[in-house]
């Protein structure tokens, strides 16, 4: 199944508004009089809102300071009609004046991408955005930020209406617990049930899918590629509190773009992808709070990545969790897992294996006549017995799951 995420951005440099003479050194000062309109939003007025955000937090404070009138700009225009100049003509959008103008277009880059990564409810803004500022000494400096808009106001606030009631559905269910664990295996599942691959969007390339990959998609439409689930995912746990992050790379099988999550639970970090954890009718949880190692056997992380992390803890490894992570092949120890499973009431048995075990257990566990005898030899004396199974296997994460017939 095909996995694609759009383009970060697309760079148009407007149109220099100035060329002056004299020295203007730096992206954090003034720049020279005429070159700044005076009409700059201020940066701090929405700030308990983002102040927590991932990449809002690894800006420097210059950007920092972009972010914050860039969000207050989206935020008061969410449900205003505005419209924006475009090479095809006036376009809904708006332009953006920096209370500091930046001195490269790599600053401009980062600056949109922490905007849009952060923040999941901005689903309508357009992949494309443009810079414009002056010129001096041979220099370009950019100080105006445009932005367009997929929609007008009326379609926005009727969709961002729907998601709410979307998520709001969602959390009204949720476990009230404070091991953020459950939580975000509650709203994994959700979004697994609820949300379905979009294949039609993965397959075009006309640019007439733009909520596929949204939050909105994800959860309003019920259809997304990788970045819609990731999105989805990224504003469910925020509603939480609970710190996730935008990862781009591609998958090492097919080298197609991919997006996945980087997550923050119960203080330590890990690597969530809820798009190949979706995978048919048989949900499972291969990627579910993984390592970079793990991580790494079947996806790459683009180079230009500014904000992951190192993640090395299997504290809350979905597997390590479900006590369903086997270091052994020994027959006697997978079956004594799968009984405990099963008098839990499980219809699903997902268990995950050391690379060097894989195999044989795999092999013990076709044999489906010599596994139902060594579970129940468990299960004697109980209420339960083995149940008839279908064996699933997916050797790439080492993972084996039995189905109930």
């Given at each position: 199944?095909?996995?694609?995420?759009?383009?970060?951005?697309?760079?148009?440099?407007?149109?220099?508004?100035?060329?002056?003479?004299?020295?203007?050194?730096?992206?954090?000062?003034?720049?020279?009089?005429?070159?700044?309109?005076?009409?700059?939003?201020?940066?701090?007025?929405?700030?308990?809102?983002?102040?927590?955000?991932?990449?809002?937090?690894?800006?420097?404070?210059?950007?920092?300071?972009?972010?914050?009138?860039?969000?207050?700009?989206?935020?008061?225009?969410?449900?205003t009609d505005a419209v924006?100049?475009?090479?095809?003509?006036?376009?809904?959008?708006?332009?953006?004046?920096?209370?500091?103008?930046?001195?490269?277009?790599?600053?401009?880059?980062?600056?949109?991408?922490?905007?849009?990564?952060?923040?999941?409810?901005?689903?309508?803004?357009?992949?494309?955005?443009?810079?414009?500022?002056?010129?001096?000494?041979?220099?370009?400096?950019?100080?105006?930020?445009?932005?367009?808009?997929?929609?007008?106001?009326?379609?926005?606030?009727?969709?961002?209406?729907?998601?709410?009631?979307?998520?709001?559905?969602?959390?009204?269910?949720?476990?009230?617990?404070?091991?953020?664990?459950?939580?975000?295996?509650?709203?994994?599942?959700?979004?697994?049930?609820?949300?379905?691959?979009?294949?039609?969007?993965?397959?075009?390339?006309?640019?007439?899918?733009?909520?596929?990959?949204?939050?909105?998609?994800?959860?309003?439409?019920?259809?997304?590629?990788?970045?819609?689930?990731?999105?989805?995912?990224?504003?469910?746990?925020?509603?939480?509190?609970?710190?996730?992050?935008?990862?781009?790379?591609?998958?090492?099988?097919?080298?197609?773009?991919?997006?996945?999550?980087?997550?923050?639970?119960?203080?330590?970090?890990?690597?969530?992808?809820?798009?190949?954890?979706?995978?048919?009718?048989?949900?499972?949880?291969?990627?579910?709070?993984?390592?970079?190692?793990?991580?790494?056997?079947?996806?790459?992380?683009?180079?230009?990545?500014?904000?992951?992390?190192?993640?090395?803890?299997?504290?809350?490894?979905?597997?390590?969790?479900?006590?369903?992570?086997?270091?052994?092949?020994?027959?006697?120890?997978?079956?004594?897992?799968?009984?405990?499973?099963?008098?839990?009431?499980?219809?699903?048995?997902?268990?995950v294996f050391a690379p060097?075990?894989?195999?044989?257990?795999?092999?013990?566990?076709?044999?489906?006549?010599?596994?139902?005898?060594?579970?129940?030899?468990?299960?004697?004396?109980?209420?339960?017995?083995?149940?008839?199974?279908?064996?699933?296997?997916?050797?790439?994460?080492?993972?084996?799951?039995?189905?109930?017939?």
């Amino acid at each position: 199944m095909n996995r694609y995420t759009r383009s970060w951005c697309i760079v148009a440099i407007g149109a220099v508004l100035s060329l002056l003479a004299g020295c203007y050194a730096g992206s954090t000062g003034e720049p020279p009089a005429g070159s700044h309109p005076a009409d700059v939003l201020p940066s701090d007025t929405y700030l308990e809102q983002y102040a927590d955000n991932w990449a809002y937090q690894r800006l420097n404070k210059t950007l920092q300071d972009c972010y914050g009138t860039l969000y207050t700009a989206l935020t008061d225009s969410m449900f205003t009609d505005a419209v924006i100049d475009s090479e095809d003509g006036t376009t809904y959008g708006i332009a953006v004046t920096l209370p500091h103008s930046l001195s490269n277009r790599e600053d401009g880059q980062t600056l949109y991408r922490a905007v849009l990564n952060d923040n999941p409810h901005f689903f309508y803004v357009s992949n494309a955005y443009t810079l414009e500022g002056y010129k001096q000494d041979d220099v370009s400096y950019y100080n105006t930020i445009k932005l367009t808009f997929t929609a007008d106001a009326t379609q926005r606030k009727t969709a961002y209406e729907a998601m709410n009631k979307a998520v709001d559905t969602l959390m009204a269910t949720a476990p009230r617990t404070d091991d953020q664990f459950q939580i975000e295996l509650y709203l994994h599942d959700q979004l697994a049930e609820r949300c379905t691959y979009d294949d039609e969007a993965a397959a075009s390339k006309d640019g007439t899918h733009h909520y596929a990959y949204t939050a909105y998609g994800a959860l309003a439409q019920g259809k997304a590629v990788c970045e819609g689930y990731s999105r989805a995912m990224q504003l469910l746990l925020k509603k939480f509190n609970i710190p996730c992050t935008l990862v781009s790379g591609t998958s090492l099988e097919n080298g197609e773009n991919h997006m996945w999550n980087l997550v923050t639970i119960n203080g330590k970090s890990y690597y969530l992808d809820a798009t190949w954890n979706d995978s048919g009718d048989l949900g499972r949880h291969s990627y579910f709070n993984i390592t970079t190692q793990q991580l790494l056997r079947t996806h790459s992380i683009d180079a230009d990545q500014k904000w992951v992390v190192n993640c090395s803890s299997i504290d809350d490894y979905y597997y390590n969790r479900q006590g369903t992570y086997i270091h052994s092949n020994d027959r006697y120890a997978i079956a004594n897992v799968i009984a405990q499973q099963v008098r839990r009431g499980a219809t699903d048995i997902e268990l995950v294996f050391a690379p060097d075990a894989f195999e044989n257990a795999r092999l013990f566990l076709k044999n489906a006549t010599i596994t139902k005898q060594a579970v129940n030899s468990y299960l004697s004396g109980s209420e339960y017995t083995m149940w008839s199974y279908r064996l699933y296997s997916e050797a790439k994460t080492y993972t084996l799951t039995l189905r109930k017939k």
